[in-house]
């Protein structure tokens, strides 16, 4: 039987030596890469923060949340959450970790429908300072005396909302820990300055070192002595401190910088963390770890097992098991038809190939939108700003004004980060700025955090703004090809599935082929089929299930008409009163919320 089997609650954890903790650690790394190896999900991140999850659970009490909890009951609190399969498992979710992501079981990220132990449901970067600093002022306020704690990845840190957080974090007057994960990835390749600052501070153990040596030779000084020297040698050190670690961001914002330390040293981590209960200010823990430790694939392909499908192992000498074996490899579920995110990409290089003035732009997501083969092609053109959404649609705008045009691929869900630069700096200054957004409509396995169904109802209302959907490949390029040319801001949207295998205008009847190729020109649709019994206009890829639909319906003696309406804003408004002439029966279809979307746009039309 192994220490895996007899954890059931962190309480667990905590009877166990420390010794015996890096036997656990080797078991929850295996556990994680099996179900994710069956059922897809976050790997390489969360294989390195196996040993700072267990010193976590060891050295501090995070029981299951309740008001008026009492006093001593810790608080940790995840920034994006990805990572936090160990502390699910440690929390009482191990048993059924199998079917990690599947319905009814263990979700990818923290939610407290789903454990007590998650304070928040997340899944979005640089959260996690700001509630933490949240519930230490309503902690020292409800009188417990407790620890706060938050984990925070080089990735998250850079967002806007991360120094706002550290800012408030430098107010208070009482103990709270921030942990800074630092794997030197995040997702991908690092960005930005402050990741360069980060890699500054990671070679600066120098001075810690010199500056504990230099405590022990004072300390054995004479004690009227002793207090002049230390006084003249924290001045000589301060100022060396700030030679050889430039900037000193965190100290500067009232947070005590400490570290950085090896993250995957448990007997170092569990005494570290110990003497740090003590501290009794705002610390920042700089943790340095590595993505996918532990396993060797992941560890060499971190990017490529940030986020895998299911995957199997093949060869190895002991047997195929990464864990051991240096010589194993993976080979991933092969995906079918060709995605949406894969034709956007070639869309985009072929589009850049043919005006200069296009630039790609992502906020450190560049294999999930596709624009790390765009960058492969056209590595001058393209711009990855890390977590920094705010930023990236400002920036955008400016590179439009300055002449550019500026194509942002954004994941749905993210764009509402950033909808203060749309509305401002891009459509209020009538910029021609283009929003590409993937992952829109519902998105599976990847979470409530992660679905794009709300972004037509907070961009239909802004002015001038021009949003579409294209339903197939042809389409996605015509649309491209549109918002390129389109002197004001618009958005287009596309889910995370496959495109059609073949486009729309391929497979029409004869007589309406000029129709299903008709420019892509905002409010203007297409008709893919006609019918006499009832209409069913269609928003997006959901084209392709009207189509099927309609053809069901044929075989049953009901002939119905299936509009690709392509916009959303402005509407087709001659179709609309042509449909809504002929007095049949009419259907909206849209992968997205019925407030304010597609199908409310048309009713509010033709109220």
Known sequence: MGILERIASPADVKKLSVDELSTLAAEVRGLIFQAVSKNGGHL??????????????????????????????????????????????????????????????????PDPRESDFDLFAVGHAGTAISTAVGMARGDADGGLKNHVVAVVGDASIVNGLAMEGLNGAGTLKRQMLIILNDNGMSISKPQGAFSQYLERVRVSTTYEEFKRFSEKVVHKLPTTLGHAVESAWDAFCGGLKGAMWQGQVFEALGVKYMGPIDGHDLPGLVNFLSELKHVDRPVLLHVKTVKGHGCGIAKTEPTKFHSPAAFSVVGGAGGGDPLVDSDCRVELSAGTGKSWTTAFAEAMIDLAKADDRVRALTAAMPDGTGLSKFETAHPTKFIDTGICESHLIAMAAGMAKSGLRPFAAIYSTFVQRAFDQVWQEVVLNQQPVALCMDRAGFVGDDGAVHHGFCDQAFLRPLPGIVLGAPSDEAELRRALRMQLKLETASAIRYPRDNVPPLPFEDIVSAGLRDQATTPWEPGVSRVLRNGKDATIIAYGSLAQNALAAADELSRDGTEVEVIDARFCKPLDVE?????????????????????????????????
Not at 65 to 85: K, M
Not at 92 to 105: T, V
Not at 585 to 602: I, K, P, Q, R
């Open 44 to 109: 390489a991140s969360n294989l390195g923060v196996v040993e700072l999850t267990l010193a976590l659970h060891y050295v501090y009490d995070f029981g299951a949340f309740q008001l008026g909890a009492p006093t001593g009951q810790d608080r940790l609190l995840w920034d994006v959450g990805h990572q936090a399969y160990t502390h699910k498992i440690l929390t009482g979710r191990g048993a059924g970790f199998d079917r990690l992501r599947k319905k009814g079981s263990v979700s990818g990220f």
């Open 575 to 607: 179709m609309l009163v042509r449909v809504m002439r002929e007095g049949h029966a009419v259907l909206t279809v849209e992968d997205h919320s019925l407030v304010n979307g597609f199908g409310a746009a048309v009713a509010e039309h033709c109220v």
